[in-house]
């Protein structure tokens, strides 16, 4: 194939649509983000809503705008490929969206079509999902998620008219976008086997759809409403139909027939577009090009609004042919990205809106504000000054002895793995009676802190299980944030690898998934080479922790652990109480 073929990477993110253009070497040529709504309810704080009919409007714009930035042909565009949250996407048999939002509309045609990923109105079907004993939840850490496209699926037939829910299609939201690419719906296997429990070569599992009164979706053995029988499934970059649909192609402004790669999951792309990275070490770019066994030590995390952690196993590397199974962390999915490979992935259901949360309802925010106004910088860069002041007062060498006497547990939002637990919520013990802009610099760097534990107990748990994690692959926003990056390193005392552009990991992993589906290729060794070839070197951050810091970081991960054994004996205490 041609060095002058473009592709196309499009992400749909929590809230916005990024696409970028992206050349044979990596190279990144153009990019455009698009904001996309998301509806909440002020009557209840577990909905998040969102339109695939506004998301599409974004991605076409932004395509546009990319091939304008460039002036790149259309003719050159020889692929593209979707990744996205991994939300429940609803319409009819003609692809017209069908609102999910509760009340009298709800089945009918209209915008609000989407459940978002962080959505967690299901909590009483995933409770009905997880007391079945199913086959099908040995393959998610043995609890489904209630953020998972199942029990959102319930809970819609629960509320629907019987005759509006027989006419719905359940999309995976990766999958919905290549559907209104290509007009033909067959689905992922990485939606399916990660978010809507078709098990690995068993396929879906007629006896626990019937039990939680699921059957109808069962449909004869034809699952037409959910995805097709076993076998018919895509792995990821493999084409899709054939390619743009003549409507497609006008709205993005390509040309009809443009290759389309089957779709990942947002984490997934991030991991696809950053563990086959070289790293650079001291201004230094390691001239060793990993191999594909490697990519079996690596996690990519991906740390946005929430974090995902990914790490690949195949069956040839284990004693067992099923993968590793990891207690409280989703997998092991077989195929979601390599054939014959096995995935785990673990993750804390909000990491970045956390950090968010912390800063915006302190009493000192509004001043923080203002002061980065007067001084021209980042709030972020404002709150590090200040800690560097107290270091220097405090006659301390690192901003963890500043924490030391306060401790933070941060599920507010409940806890996604390794616990597996949606009623979790979040503690800080050590409190003193100060509202100062002081007081929210520490509690910013001790949010740090807590993520950084909590991403410590996952890697431990994955580790523990059988895997052999020897570093973490970063991308998504939290990955510009040096001094979190090293709190990283040193809690979970293994290096880091920064990507290229913290923004452009996950995009990058969608436009590789476009070549995939352009040149044909199937074999996993083949789309590793293409992973090394688009992949840039990242920056190896790596442990750098006193040996006094270290013992303060294990002395707190201790009572982070502990932590979560008291909340779970306190909160049983109370559940006794008022039996």
């Known amino acids: 194939m041609s060095s002058d073929n473009y592709f196309i990477g499009i992400d749909i993110g929590t809230g916005s649509a990024r696409a970028s253009l992206v050349a044979q070497n990596g190279e990144i040529k153009a990019s455009s983000t698009k904001d996309t709504i998301t509806w909440r309810d002020q009557h209840d704080h577990r909905i998040f809503e969102q339109s695939t009919n506004n998301i599409w409007e974004q991605i076409c714009t932004a395509v546009k705008e990319v091939l304008k930035q460039s002036n790149i042909p259309m003719i050159a565009v020889r692929g593209l490929g979707f990744d996205a949250t991994c939300s429940l996407a609803v319409s009819d048999f003609e692809g017209n969206p069908i609102i999910v939002t509760e009340g009298g509309d709800i089945g009918k045609n209209g915008g609000r079509n989407v459940i978002l990923w962080a959505d967690h109105r299901a909590e009483k079907e995933a409770e009905l999902i997880n007391s079945t004993g199913s086959i099908v939840l040995n393959y998610v850490g043995g609890t489904m998620s209630l953020e998972m496209e199942v029990p ?26 290549t559907y209104k690419a290509t007009g033909d719906n067959t689905r992922s296997f990485c939606s399916t086997t990660c978010k ?22 069962v449909d004869g053995g034809n699952w037409k409403q959910i995805g097709a029988a076993r076998g018919q499934l895509h792995a990821a ?15 993005l402004g390509l040309i009809e027939g443009t290759a389309v790669g089957s779709g990942l999951i947002d984490g997934y792309a991030g991991w696809m577009g950053t563990v086959a990275a070289r790293y650079i070490e001291n201004g230094q770019v390691s001239n060793v090009l990993p191999s594909l ?18 790490v690949q196993a195949s069956y040839l590397a284990q004693s067992s042919r099923e993968g590793v199974f990891v207690k409280g962390v989703w997998g092991p999915y077989k195929d979601a990205t390599f054939s014959g490979w096995w995935m785990n992935e673990g993750g804390q259901s909000f990491t970045g809106q956390l950090i968010h949360f912390i800063l915006t309802t302190h009493h000192s925010y509004p001043e923080l504000e203002e002061r980065a106004k007067q001084e021209g910088k980042a709030i972020y860069l404002v709150l590090l000054d200040i800690l560097e002041r107290l270091r220097h007062e405090d006659h301390v060498d690192t901003y963890t002895e500043l924490t030391k006497d306060v401790h933070f547990y941060p599920d507010f939002h409940g806890n996604r793995s390794p616990i597996a637990d949606p009623r979790m919520r979040g503690s800080i013990v050590g409190l ?9 610099a520490r509690k910013y760097y001790l949010t740090l802190e807590a993520i950084a534990l909590q991403t410590r107990h996952i890697v431990d748990d994955l580790n523990a299980a059988g895997h052999a994690i020897t570093s973490l692959y970063m991308s998504g926003g939290q990955a510009k944030n040096l001094v979190m990056m090293q709190l990283f390193a040193d809690t979970c005392n293994i290096p880091i690898v920064l990507p290229k552009s913290h923004s452009e990991a996950v995009v990058l992993g969608a436009a590789m998934l ?8 199937t074999d996993g060794q083949d789309m590793w080479k293409i992973m090394v070839e688009m992949t840039p070197p990242g920056t190896l951050v790596a442990p750098a922790a ?15 652990r502990e932590t979560i054994d008291i909340q779970k004996r306190w909160r049983q205490q109370m559940e006794e109480a008022i039996l």
């Open 432 to 440: 003193e009676l100060d509202s100062s802009l002081t007081d929210l």
């Open 196 to 217: 809507c429990s078709y098990v690995p070569d068993k396929g879906w599992q007629p006896d626990f759809f019937e039990r939680i009164g699921l059957g109808e979706l």
């Open 152 to 177: 959102k699926i319930l809970w819609l037939k629960k509320r629907m008219d019987p005759a509006l829910f027989a006419r719905c299609q359940f999309f995976d939201l990766p999958d919905f976008f």
């Open 514 to 521: 476009g070549r995939i589906a352009a040149e044909g290729v």
């Open 546 to 560: 006193s040996p006094r810091v270290k013992r303060l970081l294990d002395a707190k991960y201790k009572i982070f």
């Open 237 to 251: 970059g493999s084409p899709v139909g054939r390619g743009l649909s003549k409507k497609a192609a006008e709205e």
């Open 293 to 310: 066994d490697e990519s079996r030590h690596r996690v990519a995390v991906v740390a946005g609004t929430s974090t995902c952690h990914i």
